[in-house]
């Protein structure tokens, strides 16, 4: 790569090649766009990088009758190029030849030229062969949808009517989410300032914090991000605070805060004495500097909410928000290696800790209190299970009917994939009787 201007391409191919390795997206991306200095370059990058993990199943299938040789263990970056130049010409829409051009001087760019005509060859060969191979990847629901199959048949038993829906979504980019801080501006005032700026802006009627941007953007670069004037996140996740339905005065704990989005919101909403606790202290400084840039203000903790001896001081809480650890499946369409790490095997282990802090903190809260129950998952056995589960131990917890437009799930309420432009979302309520 040319030390004036690396090429986003070779570096995309190195990215994806450790994200299928096993490394989150977003420290793949963090890692390599630090060498980019030019916006465009770093859009392209993370096209690529999103694109590449959210279309991996189906062309890495590809190429596996494509190539004589396989390259994928003993030229992982390689592998990962192709990948990258048949999504530039299925997905992306670029032209043809920019399109192969561009893959093949990539190859180069990874310094290994020998291989540039294999990746001209692999390309070309696609192009000729095009429409039957596509016939051929979309027999099978795995390369047609590119989803593992565990996953398309968790989504089958739990949402048989919206199957189809829902990796539909999850193959679609997500619309960026912004949440004005009420704190420092109303939100029609800052929606005027991004149109000042020619940023077009949507009003959604369900979320009163929230502006929508079709076009993803680098945040940093918009008016009022270094002043503290919004935050990024989702609208699903923006429900939290009115389900918590806060007050004045109350102490609330937000269990596993880190990065802080939540906690923030709650912050902007009321002026209330918010314990943020997440488990993880290296994730703590992040959730700092959000609530800093924010001018907003916590008791931060290291601790785990599973075991509260280590943190709490006895004092019940009015508000508990538990937004538990969980697959991810809902947020496919924004971190599309969930597809590439995520296993069925997991999930037992994962119900299990969401068990394990739903009955470490219930005792915490004080009676008429109310809990609220939050993943961003669209299994059932996460979701509604989980809290039919709590419940039926505890004479004391009384579901409440969330008061969101979502699908019933339940006790609970569940959001698909972009549905009102949102993220697949769960919430339930829970208020503890006297």
């Keep these: 790569m040319s030390a004036s201007r690396p090429d986003p ?41 999103h694109e590449g993990a959210r279309w991996w199943l189906r062309f890495d299938a590809a190429l596996g009758s494509l190539l004589e040789r396989p390259l994928r263990e003993r030229e992982s970056d390689i592998h990962a190029l192709l990948v990258l130049g048949l999504v530039q010409l299925e997905i992306m829409g670029l032209s043809d030849y920019a399109a192969v051009a561009a893959t093949v001087e990539a190859a180069r760019a990874l310094r290994k030229p020998a291989f540039a005509g294999v990746v001209n060859a692999v390309l070309r060969r696609w192009l000729r062969e095009r429409e039957t191979r596509r016939a051929q990847l979309d027999r099978d629901a795995v390369t047609r949808t590119a989803h593992p199959r565990w996953l398309i048949e968790k989504f089958d038993a739990d949402w048989p009517d919206q199957t189809e829906a829902i990796l539909a979504a999850n193959n679609a980019p997500a619309p960026l989410w912004l949440r004005v801080n009420r704190r420092r501006i109303a939100r029609a005032d800052f929606a005027v300032q991004l149109t000042e700026q020619d940023v077009v ?4 009627e369900d979320a009163p914090d929230a502006l929508i941007l079709d076009a993803s953007r680098d945040v940093t670069s918009l008016p009022g991000y270094s002043q503290g004037l919004f935050s990024v996140q989702d609208g699903a996740a923006q429900q939290a605070v009115r389900l918590l339905d806060l007050h004045d005065g109350q102490r609330v704990l937000d269990a596993c805060a880190a990065p ?19 488990s993880d202290a290296r994730r703590l400084p992040r959730l700092r500097e959000n609530l800093t840039r924010l001018g907003l203000t916590a008791d931060v903790r290291v601790g785990d909410a599973a075991d509260p001896r280590g943190w709490w001081d006895g004092r ?17 369409r924004r971190q599309p290696d969930v597809k590439l790490h995520r296993r ?21 809260l004080r009676s008429g209190g109310r809990l609220v129950y939050a993943t961003c998952s669209v299994l059932a056995d996460e979701n509604s299970r989980r809290i039919e589960a709590f419940v039926s131990t505890r004479v004391d917890a009384q579901p409440m009917a969330p008061p969101l437009s979502w699908h019933a799930a339940g006790a609970g309420a569940q ?11 769960f919430y339930a309520v829970l208020e503890k009787r006297n």
């Design 9 to 49: 391409r070779a570096l995309g191919a190195q990215a994806l090649a450790g994200v299928v390795a096993g490394q989150s997206l977003r420290a793949a991306f963090a890692a390599l766009s630090t060498k980019l200095h030019d916006a465009r370059d770093r859009a392209l990058l993370s096209s690529l990088l």
């Design 316 to 332: 019940p809480f009015d508000r508990i928000l538990v937004d538990a650890p969980c697959s991810a499946t809902g947020i496919i």
């Design 260 to 278: 802080g989005g939540k906690s923030a919101h709650i912050l902007e909403t009321a002026d209330v004495e918010l314990t943020a606790l997440d």
């Design 201 to 204: 802006c949507r009003v959604p």
């Design 415 to 425: 959001n698909l994939p972009g549905e009102s432009g949102m993220d697949g979302f």
């Design 344 to 364: 069925a095997a997991d999930i037992p282990a994962l119900t299990a800790i969401q068990s394990r802090l739903l009955e470490a903190l219930w005792p915490l």
